[in-house]
């Protein structure tokens, strides 16, 4: 007989490089923050996660020394290209989503199943399970992004025809082709929204001598950022520093002049596309040919990202609903049916 007090909790994680989302049983998503974590460098305590390490991201100063009055706290995004760069600040912020998620219901440790990147290493796969058991997992598991986007996107992916998902986050983008309950081909690129920031960010030191931040390179993205020549011109205002003075500074800044900036990197993600779509079986490519491809993730959301890919690969795309929560949505729906899909998942 079970008790539901004394049940074992599941919860699906996609960590992402900019935002995680958890999925709880029974109760759907029930946290989005951004990857983000405040540390006393001194310490070495974790003092903010989520919403409110994000408010100090690019605004803390450097550690104060020895005798000196200043600030030790350090926002960092314990994920970069999709994979873990620091065990100890991931391992922390896995641990404040479960209490989160979970409350003071802790009794029983919960299944936890994570989404990881495609290309990822065994090693990178390892850490990520160490993690998850650390934070207090008691059984883990890993499910590629991909696949967890084509179930999330309801993509009929046990039928013996191909589908094509494209997954575009913060980090990386991963692209595969899904048949019969599997992947049957992928390509992971380390470029995403992250490399889209940097991108615009170099362009407004090199051309308008102005150093702007990771939030402000992001904002400007998401106002005015096209992945196509956009038809009427947009104006924002950028702030930052000047580069040669040193002293605060406003440049205006046009969309035209956006998407050149993020020109290469948008390049890169095609490319990705392409390297799936070339080493796809014939059979398979007819398939995608009149089914199309599928785009998840917040990075797919950019303005004209889905024509562009259409235009570059002659091959229809769109952008799937609840395009940022469908890799959480798959991960979900692989817990649940978990007898089903352990002959594709990671565990420990």
Request: charged residues 20%; aromatic residues 4%.
């Amino acid at each position: 007989m079970k008790f539901p007090l004394f049940s074992s909790k599941r919860l699906g994680i996609d960590l992402g490089t900019s935002n995680s989302l958890v999925w709880s049983s029974g109760e759907g998503v029930v946290l989005s923050e951004p990857s983000v974590v405040a540390v006393d460098s001194i310490s070495g305590k974790v003092v903010a996660v989520g919403s409110q390490a994000y408010e100090l991201l690019g605004r803390t100063g450097p550690p104060s020394r020895a005798g000196e009055v200043g600030t030790n706290l350090v926002a960092q995004k314990p994920l970069r290209e999709g994979v873990v760069a620091d065990f100890l600040v991931c391992e922390a912020m896995l641990k404040y989503f479960m209490d989160r998620v979970l409350g003071s219901s802790r009794i029983v440790r919960p299944e936890v199943m994570v989404c990881v990147p495609a290309g990822i290493t065994q090693v990178e796969r390892r850490a990520v399970l160490e993690a998850a058991l650390s934070a207090g997992a008691k059984t883990a598991y890993l499910i590629e992004q991909p696949l967890a986007a084509a179930l999330g996107a309801k993509l009929p992916i046990d039928a013996p025809f191909g589908s094509m998902i494209v997954d575009i986050g913060g980090g990386s983008t991963g692209s595969a082709v899904v048949s019969v309950g599997g992947i049957v081909v992928s390509s992971t690129a380390k470029v995403g929204g992250a490399k889209l920031d940097e991108a615009i960010a170099t362009y407004m030191r090199r051309t308008h001598n102005l150093i702007i931040g990771e939030r402000m390179a992001e904002d400007i993205k998401i106002k005015i950022g096209s992945a196509v020549a956009p038809t009427a011109k947009v104006v924002m205002e950028a702030r930052g520093r000047d580069a040669i003075s040193g002293l605060p500074k406003t440049v205006s800044v046009s969309s035209s002049e956006i998407s050149e900036a993020m020109g290469s990197v948008i390049s890169a993600i095609i490319a990705c596309v392409k390297s799936t779509l070339e080493q796809t079986p014939p059979e398979l490519a007819s398939d995608i040919i009149d089914r199309g491809i599928v785009m998840t993730g917040g990075t797919a959301l950019l303005k004209g990202l889905d024509r562009m890919v259409a235009s570059q690969t002659n091959v229809p795309a769109h952008v799937a609903e609840d395009a940022m929560q469908c890799v959480v949505y798959g991960c979900g729906i692989a817990l649940e049916n978990i007898e089903t899909w352990k002959r594709v998942v990671a565990t420990r």
